[in-house]
């Protein structure tokens, strides 16, 4: 997780020492300011293991815990996931936890909320291309030969395209790249890469507005995001932009060998949602 300061008398010994003068303001910010510090997370590979089955995905067993810990202690905890909200909250077991009354779940990239002190989830209506995309979307991957195991995971406001379980998964996934974009741009729809995934969702919202939104509404002085996959790449940006507005950050990969885009923006990288849980119980640790 990077080098350690030695000084066991201080608490703040324990964090690693990010790799960037950006990640070290930024950690320095969240350490002298906590009231005033968001902690956003990615949910699957940053939280919770990847797993091939994603309904199988759980929060690393020490993240709640660890969370309720940390959560009294700053201004907020956000989880900001691609799954739906409800999802996210029901394999994190986020719901009913002593000191995590006031978290939230930001699903479907920001398109719904969960709010623990209410337990429900607000969202717009459906975008009307996901349902056409249902509709079509068996027939489409027949017609252009998807790999055996290539499977589709209904996620109700978006759907996602998985080759994982496929023979070679990523001869799978590159030859749907192109076919599922122009099947979704047909339906006024995107494709989000991720992880021997594809996932075809509305455009106008990703985890970089949603988060930009909660910071700016938080009115947080700093900011620390940590995740693993393409999908975060927009949050990396939109903390690299609040920097550029004046409010310190602090990226954190949880690491993979699969996604090296994020590694390489990252001011730190720590060994997957072992390691994130790791640096969470440190922060809270360190702060009073």
């Known amino acids: 997780m990077g080098s350690h300061d030695t000084d066991s008398t201080n608490p703040a010994a324990s964090l690693p020492a990010p790799a960037t003068q950006a990640g070290r303001d930024g950690l320095a910010a969240v350490l002298a300011r906590p009231d005033r510090a968001v902690i956003a997370l990615d949910f699957d590979g940053t939280l919770a293991p990847i797993v091939p089955d994603p309904d199988q995905a759980r929060a690393h067993p020490e993240a709640v815990p660890v969370l309720a810990a940390l959560?009294?202690?700053?201004?907020?905890?956000?989880?900001?996931?691609?799954?739906?909200?409800?999802?996210?909250?029901?394999?994190?077991?986020?719901?009913?936890?002593p000191g995590l009354e006031h978290l939230v779940v930001l699903g479907h990239y920001g398109a719904e909320r969960w709010d623990a002190?209410?337990?429900a989830v607000t969202a717009p209506a459906?975008?009307?291309?996901?349902?056409?995309?249902?509709?079509?979307?068996p027939g489409f991957l027949d017609r252009i030969g998807a790999w055996q195991g290539t499977w589709t995971e209904e996620k109700g406001r978006s759907l996602a395209v998985h080759t994982r379980r496929a023979e070679d998964p990523q001869a799978a996934y590159d030859l749907l790249r192109e076919p599922l974009a122009e099947l979704a741009a047909r339906h006024g729809l995107i494709v989000?890469?991720?992880?021997?995934?594809?996932?075809?969702?509305?455009?106008?919202?990703?985890?970089?507005?949603?988060?930009?939104?909660?910071?700016?509404?938080?009115?947080?002085?700093?900011?620390?995001?940590?995740?693993?996959?393409?999908?975060?790449?927009?949050?990396?940006?939109?903390?690299?932009k609040l920097r550029a507005d004046g409010v310190p950050g602090l990226l954190v990969c949880s690491g993979s060998s699969e996604v090296t885009e994020l590694s390489e923006r990252a001011d730190l990288v720590v060994p997957g949602p072992a390691g994130v849980v790791e640096l969470l119980r440190n922060l809270a640790d360190a702060l009073p």
């Open 71 to 97: 959560a009294p202690k700053v201004a907020a905890v956000a989880v900001v996931t691609g799954r739906p909200a409800g999802v996210a909250v029901r394999n994190g077991g986020f719901a009913g936890v």
């Open 117 to 119: 002190a209410t337990g």
């Open 126 to 137: 459906p975008h009307p291309g996901v349902a056409a995309v249902r509709a079509e979307l």
């Open 192 to 240: 989000e890469p991720g992880r021997m995934v594809l996932e075809l969702r509305p455009p106008g919202m990703d985890k970089g507005v949603a988060l930009t939104d909660y910071v700016r509404a938080r009115g947080a002085a700093s900011v620390l995001y940590a995740g693993d996959d393409l999908g975060d790449l927009p949050a990396f940006a939109a903390v690299e």
